[in-house]
């Protein structure tokens, strides 16, 4: 009998255990994490911190969704080390753990701004269930905020501020949102966005410190530019350190991620990985992606546990992934790779409307739609079927996008 | 508050704006959707095109968490 053990149950984890038990009936099957609480919607924590989600909808599984499939689920359980040469899982508490074969699924932890009093009271970061509750009792009590982090989970905050009724300033290092995949044009639609809900965007700014009273909570944010930005409620969104100190000394290939080919697989046999952590072999870019996103991580956990039961490179992870903002009262959606790429087109249409496709090698690995989504299968599909099109970018650029307008592929 | 109701002509299936979300509830963020599913709810929110409970990939009763909140009701 196989012994499957699986450590972290975010969707990357939860759905590799659901896809062994499928493929494996026989096997045992343990999933491991350091949270008090099941698989929960992790893309749905915001809409709780906003105050318009209670929290029983976000809850996926119970613990007796892992007893019907007899799978022994470990909460609380922190992973130490991992001994992959005598395949030995080691938790701070709960013992020793043998493996056949092993996932890591452990996802990443929000990184904290390398400025004086970042860890004051007051001050958010956010990635779990328990955050999310934090983050809602502070902001129904606060008025002023602040938020660092131009990026996808940083506008997370400015929503929660604007549901919450906290006027706040949403520091920017450059001179936009996002700008490494937003134009002015882009950018500018998300800025009014924010505008609408009561937050403002300050360029060319960020946080040299932050400023405490005398109980150690948050007071205000100071720029580099010295400028003074009067808070009491904190959002922190720089990025994620990937969750893998545990793994120091198991001789995993690590490059700002666990090194993954196509089946999910590490360079130490049996050691596979799955979800936000891992550096992936992406078959449709041709090289190593990275994507922090919901539906690729359930993907990669399926994809995983395909081949860890399969014994075998039965399955490759082919996937386009989408991530969207629902803030606002026009639809975002990024899909694919938008940041990489050697060519891109774009065009603005209205006040809320924008787009922008970027390619490589001729072929379309990502891109950004604000307003209009309608054209996101039809670039979905011509990724997947890695057409080279960048030759007819106003085909693409048409309001709607009519695929038999395309001339016919040439023979490469 | 106003419920902007989607009417899909010809259909089994409409989506209702709702404003405030039971306990109970089954609730789905718009990137938790397949691709098509996706496409098939925008253009549904538009009102462009009927859809079928088999094509949109949803049931009737459930939540899904776009730019607002809207409930999947049988016509
Ligand atoms: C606020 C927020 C909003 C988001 N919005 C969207 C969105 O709109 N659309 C979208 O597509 N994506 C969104 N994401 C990203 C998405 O949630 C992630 O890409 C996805 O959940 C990653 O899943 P995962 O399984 O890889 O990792 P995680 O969900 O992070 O799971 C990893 C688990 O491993 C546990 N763990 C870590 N180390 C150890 C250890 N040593 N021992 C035991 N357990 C351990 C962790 O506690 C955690 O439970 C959002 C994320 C956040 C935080």
Request: hydrophobic share 35%; aromatic share 8%.
């Amino acid at each position: 009998m196989t012994q499957y053990v699986i450590i972290g149950d975010g969707i990357s984890g939860s759905s590799a255990a659901e896809t062994l038990r499928e493929k494996d009936p026989d096997a045992q099957i343990t999933v491991i994490t350091d949270e008090g609480e099941p698989l929960y919607n992790r893309i749905l924590i915001k809409e709780h911190a906003k105050g318009k989600l209670p929290e029983a909808p976000i809850s996926i599984h119970d613990e007796g969704w892992y007893e019907e499939r007899d799978i022994d689920l470990s909460l609380n359980t922190h992973v130490t080390s991992v001994d992959t040469d005598a395949k030995v899982v080691h938790t701070h508490d709960s013992g020793d753990l043998e493996y056949d074969k092993l996932l890591v699924a452990t996802g990443g932890t929000p990184t904290q701004l390398p400025v004086d009093n970042s860890d004051a009271d007051g001050i958010h970061h956010f990635w779990t269930f328990e955050d999310a509750r934090g983050i809602r009792e502070h902001a129904e009590q606060s008025d002023t905020g602040v938020i660092v982090g131009a990026g996808l989970l940083g506008i997370d905050f400015a929503a929660v501020c604007g549901a919450q009724g906290i006027e706040a300033n949403y520091l920017m290092r450059g001179d936009r949102w996002w700008r490494y995949a937003l134009s002015a044009d882009g950018a500018e639609i998300m800025h009014e966005g924010m505008r609408d809900v009561g937050v403002e965007p300050v360029f060319d700014s960020g946080v040299d410190h932050f400023e405490t009273d005398d109980d150690g909570h948050v007071t205000a944010a100071v720029d580099p530019n010295d400028e003074r930005y009067e808070c009491d409620f904190a959002g922190v969104a720089i990025g994620l350190s990937f969750n893998t100190e545990f793994l120091r000394g198991a001789g995993l290939e690590e490059e700002n991620g666990l090194i993954v080919d196509e089946f999910m697989q590490t360079n130490v046999d049996d050691v596979y990985a799955a979800g936000d952590l891992t550096r992936f072999y992406d078959v449709l870019l041709g090289e190593q992606a990275q994507n922090g996103s919901w539906g690729s991580a359930k993907e990669q956990g399926r994809i995983a546990a395909v081949n860890m039961a399969a014994d075998d490179e039965a399955e490759q992870f082919e996937w386009v992934s989408s991530y969207s903002i629902t803030h606002f009262d026009f639809p975002f959606l990024s899909f694919g790779h938008p940041t990489l790429g050697d060519d891109y087109a774009e065009r603005k249409y209205s006040d809320t409307e924008w787009r922008r496709i970027a390619f490589k090698d001729g072929k379309i690995v990502g891109g950004v739609l604000i307003g209009d989504l309608s054209p996101q299968t039809a670039f979905k599909q011509l990724m997947r079927e890695q057409r080279v099109v960048a030759d007819q970018k106003e085909v693409l650029l048409e309001p709607s996008v009519d695929l038999d307008e395309l001339a016919p592929t040439q023979e490469q | 508050m106003h419920m902007a109701t989607s009417e899909l002509r010809g259909s089994s299936l409409k989506l209702t704006r709702i404003e405030s979300v039971s306990a109970d509830a089954t609730v789905r963020h718009v990137d938790q959707l397949e691709s098509e599913t996706l496409d098939t709810f925008y253009t549904a929110l538009e009102g462009n095109r009927p859809i079928t409970t088999a094509e949109i990939g949803l049931n009737a009763g459930d939540i899904i968490v776009g730019p607002e909140y809207y409930r999947v009701d049988l016509m």
